[in-house]
């Protein structure tokens, strides 16, 4: 029976996370929904600001640029380019130019972004650190030419100006710019993922648990002997 106790609270942990996972994916779509904005008012404002929509205006700085690693399009691995753009208020922010394949012989040559002014239309994306898991991290210290996670604190260093506390993933720009390279990212699909059935599976391996249980103590009880 305590086996069946432990699938039951396993099922009930995968309803407490699809009920997470249905709030985080209404909170998403809601920021996707909202009209485009200044990055000024996105920063002025409290809560959940990621994926909003933000336009931004400046120059990149190219020689500044750093690679986010273990980024995949349409199964292929890759990287993600991430580059400041020097904006108008005199302040720097990353934008995530999107993706380029892995280079034959190490880390990809990444197409020049536009020269001069220009226009980045994206979604707000926030700083991402390893944590004290057992994943990839990268070196404390020194100059990064390449991140596993965009730490904005960690790369605000090597950046030209005072570097903003979110990136920007872009979805477009004016002038577009050549080639067909970085490739920008999309919107998120948003589901519920497996927890539903995971939910369903240990809820019947309780049952099975039970129903087992109460077989084995039927074939156990003694049988009285007739005088």
């Known amino acids: 029976m305590v086996v069946a106790v432990v699938f039951v609270r396993l099922g009930f942990w995968q309803i407490s996370r699809l009920h997470e996972r249905e709030a985080s994916n209404r909170q998403l779509a809601s920021n996707l929904a909202d009209p485009v904005v200044s990055l000024e008012e996105i920063l002025s404002q409290s809560g959940d600001v990621e994926y909003r929509h933000v336009t931004v205006t400046g120059e990149y700085v190219p020689r500044f640029e750093v690679l986010l690693r273990n980024r995949s399009y349409e199964g292929q691995p890759g990287y993600h380019v991430l580059t400041p753009l020097k904006l108008t208020s005199g302040m720097t922010v ?7 394949p892995i280079g034959i012989e190490g880390p990809p040559v990444t197409p020049p972004p536009p020269e001069g002014f220009v226009e980045v239309t994206g979604v707000i994306r926030t700083s991402k650190t390893a944590g004290s898991g057992l994943g990839p991290k990268d070196p404390a210290t020194g100059t990064l030419t390449a991140v ?31 080639g067909d390279q970085p490739i920008p990212a999309t919107d998120p ?15 019947a391996f309780a049952l099975i648990a039970i129903i087992g249980y109460f077989l084995l103590t039927r074939k156990r009880r003694p049988v009285a002997r007739e005088t």
């Open 148 to 178: 596993f996670w965009p730490d904005l604190e960690r790369l605000a260093g090597q950046m030209p100006g005072s570097l903003e506390p979110v990136y920007v993933e872009l979805r477009s720009q004016v002038p577009a710019g050549g």
């Open 189 to 203: 699909i948003l589901t519920n993922g497996p927890h539903l059935s995971y939910a369903v599976q240990w809820f």
């Open 94 to 100: 990353l934008v995530d130019r999107g993706w380029v």
